[in-house]
């Protein structure tokens, strides 16, 4: 059997990522501790109605549970948004979309049912999308629906996890 290690799995997506126009970031103390790598992507996009900047955050947990992940998540959007290249506000022609990747050894139950089933918290011209890797099954978790608020972009959210994130 072919086993695929964390740092394998990880230097693939980085990979795809790059072929698709993001880069790597250089961590500057603004990042939490654990934070394994930041990719982000700024072009602007009509759909998106001017500049949007797609990050894809990556941390690694032993054991993740909900509030981890939500924690994770919050801090996840903060740095997306300090780490912004336009200097517009959010809603002036300027969008942050933040992937918060947990690449985690063990998921406690709530947090995964919790990922998929509740929505992200909302935020104006901007999203956090909270994203599960479990090593265990090597499955990825993501929230499965379409909320009312956001709902022309969550199609798309998700087709980027597979695109970018799915094995």
Known sequence: MNVITESEWLQT??????????VRLEQD???????????RRTR???SKFGFSETFFIFRRFDSLNAQ???????NAFRLAKLSKTIPLPCGVFESVWCFAVAVADQVDGTAAESVRNVAPPMHWAAAEIPVIFNQADRRLYYFEKTPLWGAAYYSGFRSQIKRFLDS
């Open 13 to 22: 997506k980085l990979q795809r990522l790059a072929v698709e126009g993001f």
């Open 44 to 46: 602007f996009e009509i």
């Open 68 to 74: 981890a992940l939500r924690d994770f998540s919050s």
């Open 29 to 39: 103390g603004k990042a939490e501790v654990g934070i394994e790598a930041i990719a």
